[in-house]
C-alpha cells in the first residue's frame, strides 16, 4: 500500500463548478502538506501548503487538512478552464525534511 | 529566465547506452533535487545536494544512476547501460536553505525514451 493515495481521475467538470480534489495518507508523522499543480510537459509548481491541521485560503484555492481522519482536500472555486492540469499532493515530515511524498496526481478538466 | 532549467528537454537512446542529464538551479539556491516520473505517477525522490554534497540517495537509485554537483551549482545525473525501465520523466528541483523552506521549485523535466 502506499503512503499517500489520490484518485487518478480523470475529473471533468463544466466551468464555475466547484471542484474537490482530495487525498488520503497513513504515516501519522507528516506535519506538511503540499498541492502542487502540472501542466503537460511542465514540472510541477507550488499551489499552496499547510502546515498541521487546519484550513487556509488563498484566492479562488482553499486547502484543508484533517489529521485524525488522515485526509487533505483542496478546493477550487469557480472553476475557469486555465484550472485544467494534474493536481498532486505532497507531504512531508518538517520543513527541513526534503524527502517529499507524493501522490499519484489527479487530472481535472475544466470544460468550457 | 530566473527559473530551473534542464537539458535535454528530450532524449532518445537505444538500450545499453548511456546518458547525461543537466540541471541548472535557481541561483541563490543551495538545496537540488532529482525526481522520476511515470506516466499517471507522482515524482519519485531519487536523489538530494546541499551545495556539493550527495546528502540522500533514495534505493531507487542503482549502481547504474550517478550524480554530481560539483562546486554546488548545476548538477548532471547519468544513467549507464540503460534499460526500457528508465523512460521516464527526469525532474530537477532547487530550494533555499531556510528554516521555513518548503517549496521546491521544478524545472521542465527531461523525457528519456529507451528503444
Known amino acids: 500500500q502506499k503512503e499517500v493515495e489520490q484518485d487518478p481521475g480523470p475529473l471533468s467538470v463544466p466551468e464555475g463548478a466547484i471542484v474537490s480534489l482530495n487525498c488520503t495518507y497513513s504515516?501519522?508523522?507528516?506535519?506538511?502538506f503540499m498541492w502542487y499543480r502540472q501542466y503537460s510537459r511542465k514540472g510541477p509548481e507550488l499551489l499552496m501548503y499547510t502546515y498541521s491541521s487546519g484550513n487556509k485560503e488563498d484566492g479562488r484555492f482553499t486547502a484543508q487538512v484533517d489529521k485524525s481522519s488522515k485526509y487533505i482536500s483542496l478546493f477550487i472555486r469557480d472553476s475557469q478552464p486555465s484550472d485544467s492540469a494534474t493536481y498532486l499532493c505532497a507531504m512531508s515530515r518538517g520543513a527541513s525534511n526534503y524527502q517529499l511524498i507524493w501522490g499519484a496526481g489527479t487530472k481535472l478538466i475544466i470544460k468550457p | 529566465d530566473t527559473g530551473v532549467s534542464q537539458n535535454p528537454r528530450h532524449k532518445i537512446t537505444k538500450r545499453g547506452q548511456n546518458v547525461t542529464f543537466r540541471c541548472d538551479p535557481i541561483s541563490e539556491h543551495n538545496r537540488l533535487y532529482w525526481y522520476r516520473q511515470t506516466l499517471g505517477q507522482g515524482p519519485e525522490f531519487l536523489t538530494y545536494?546541499?551545495?556539493?554534497?550527495?546528502?540522500?540517495k533514495s534505493r531507487l537509485l542503482s549502481d547504474r544512476f550517478s550524480a554530481e554537483r560539483p562546486k554546488g551549482s548545476f548538477s548532471t545525473l547519468e544513467i549507464q547501460r540503460t534499460e526500457q525501465g528508465d523512460s521516464a520523466m527526469y525532474l530537477c528541483a532547487s530550494s533555499p536553505r531556510t528554516s521555513t523552506s518548503i517549496e521546491q521549485f521544478f524545472g521542465p523535466g527531461t523525457r528519456l525514451t529507451v528503444l
Open positions: 545536494f546541499q551545495n556539493e554534497a550527495q546528502l540522500e
Open positions: 504515516n501519522s508523522a507528516f506535519q506538511y
